[in-house]
């Protein structure tokens, strides 16, 4: 058996069960796609829409300090003045002059080749894995080419942004293998802009929302005038945000369209705000396993003091170990009272709640944790996907691939196969079975092919329940039906009755 953590080009595998089974498929692909742009099939979108329900009800409708929102994609061009985004929300882009392809410096990687102790040359290298190993083997072979003799030193990786002015026409590009085409990195700020209205001048410029955390900030205070919510309660919303990423890459993991699920949790200025802050880490992190991600794949990563924006106290990322390196899948983000009191300074309006205890009015500090749908999506593929050993009705061994997907992520919860296509009483009595399920949960009608196909094809979708109708469910007292468990394989009889109470217990 190989499961996920063992399959050797699991990227590839995962991109391929993607488009074949309709999970994910390339924007625009009969024109060639458009980078960093995708579309989910009908597959993808129950999994993505799983993903999203399994949120919001865990984050906001069954906790009763947190209410939901959804805002406008595009906003007042001023909100993005005030939240620092107009100014600051940038990548370093450097530019290869000659191939015009274009990096971001924080990816591109360089290092010094030193024989005997003397810079001989600079190699380059791409963000990867293998960063180290790449750039070792370039130094290698640029030693070599040059025929230089001595001892060659260990590479000493830097990322372009270290690079100082008179290294940067010395290092080669990683597009063309030489030097002199890199430009000095300069600031690509990576919101979309776009026009409203009829003007397409300076006055009618807006942007298509980086995050989707500004709208709850702007609504701040229409929250608390209409509804009944005391600190300490959070604000969510689930939407699209867009960026234009110089590097989209990774499948979804890096995308230039993609939605992200947030939530701002406001508290007193004086409550402790590092406690709050673990809380909501740990939460997140109780929630990741909830959806079947294993805690081997999970851990955190504490951004140090020196590299927070000024007005942050504390940033941690809840990593997975994606096929590509262990990645930021979750932020959580204390961002005292910055996002308020920039809002109050700009708008002219005070964020300001009253402390009915000090008589005193003050701004709310905030906890966020912000996360991506379409990377929670690609972690969940990660960890389901296994390839396994079986063995078919014969007993002869084939393999099967199998999504190991929680039932409550699944596409489909249960699928009806009629062991027959072509014996009604069979069909009948899977179609009303179907109807009435169908009210309830996502479930597949299935009659065509061997009984063994069919389950393999469920199998490969995720769906945890294959359920037959055959002769003993028509021919025996207890209408029962063979419920068939995808991870187990096993078999078992089981009355309609049990069969929707499984579903109750697991699926919500
Ligand atoms: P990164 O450093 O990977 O670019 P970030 O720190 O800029 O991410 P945030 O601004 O904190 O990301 O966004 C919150 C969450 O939104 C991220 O943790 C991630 O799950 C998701 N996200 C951000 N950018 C993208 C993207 N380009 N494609 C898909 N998801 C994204």
């Known amino acids: 058996m190989s499961d996920s953590a063992t399959t050797p080009n699991l990227m590839e595998a995962l991109v391929s069960l993607a488009k074949r089974r309709g999970f994910i498929y390339a924007s625009s692909e009969i024109y060639g796609g458009l980078n960093g742009f995708f579309d989910y099939g ?33 906003m007042h061009p001023k909100v993005w003045e005030a ?59 640029f030693k070599r080419k ?8 260990p590479v000493v990786a830097k990322d372009f942004t270290e690079a100082g002015e008179a290294e940067i026409p010395l290092i080669p590009s990683p597009a063309t293998g030489e030097a002199g085409s890199l430009t000095a990195p300069r600031a690509f700020n990576m919101m979309f802009q776009t026009n409203v209205g009829a003007m397409s001048d ?42 234009n990423e110089i590097t989209p890459r990774n499948f979804i993991f890096r995308s230039r369209e993609f939605e992200q699920m947030e939530m ?113 999506f690609l972690a969940v593929l990660t960890a389901a996907y296994a390839v396994e050993d079986v063995k078919d009705e014969k007993g002869n061994v084939e393999q099967r691939t199998v999504l190991r997907l929680s039932p409550r992520l699944a596409p489909v919860k249960v699928a009806i196969l009629p062991l027959l296509k072509n014996k009604e009483s069979l069909t009948n009595r899977a179609k009303a079975l179907h109807a009435k399920l169908q009210k309830r949960y996502a479930v597949q009608y299935d009659d065509g092919g061997a009984i ?10 995720g769906t945890p329940w294959c359920v037959t109708i055959d002769f003993d469910t028509i021919e025996k007292p207890g209408d029962t039906f063979t419920l068939r468990e ?16 499984l579903l109750d217990e697991h699926v919500y």
């Open 146 to 153: 040059k025929a230089i003799t001595g001892a060659l030193a």
């Open 264 to 376: 701002e949790y406001f508290i007193h200025e004086d409550a402790d705000w590092a406690k709050c802050h673990e809380e909501w880490i740990t939460w997140c992190e109780n929630w990741l396993k909830s959806i079947g991600l294993p805690a081997s794949h999970l851990s955190r990563y504490t951004h140090p003091k020196e590299k927070l924006a000024f007005y942050s106290r504390g940033t941690v990322d809840i990593m997975f170990k994606y096929p590509f390196g262990v990645q930021e899948l979750w932020g959580i983000a204390a961002r005292g009272s910055y996002d308020l009191t920039q809002h109050a300074n700009a708008s002219g309006k005070p964020q300001e709640l009253f402390d009915e205890a000090t008589k005193k009015k003050f701004v709310p500090h905030v906890i966020e944790p912000a996360v991506g749908v379409d990377r929670i």
């Open 202 to 243: 300076a006055s009618s410029v807006a942007y298509l929302r980086p995050e989707t955390a500004q709208g709850m900030f702007v609504d701040f205070k229409n929250v608390v005038d209409t509804t009944r919510v005391k600190l300490p309660f959070g604000i969510a919303q689930i939407g699209k945000s867009f960026r």
């Open 452 to 461: 063994g196909k069919r389950y393999r094809r469920q199998d490969e979708a």
């Open 486 to 501: 995808r991870d187990s394989m096993s078999q078992r009889r089981i009355t309609e009755a049990e069969l929707f109470a």
């Open 83 to 141: 939240s620092g985004h107009v100014a600051g929300f940038s990548d370093p882009l450097v530019d290869c002059k000659v191939s015009k392809q274009r990096y971001r410096a924080d990816q591109l990687f360089w290092a010094p080749v030193v024989v005997d102790g003397k810079v001989v040359g600079y190699v380059s290298a791409l963000e990867s894995e293998k960063t180290v190993e790449e750039l070792q083997a370039a130094a290698e072979t």
């Open 42 to 74: 009908p597959l993808g979108i129950e999994l993505k829409r799983n993903i999203r329900d399994c949120w919001w009800r865990d984050m906001v409708q069954r906790r009763d300090d947190v209410v939901g929102i959804e805002t406008s994609i595009i």
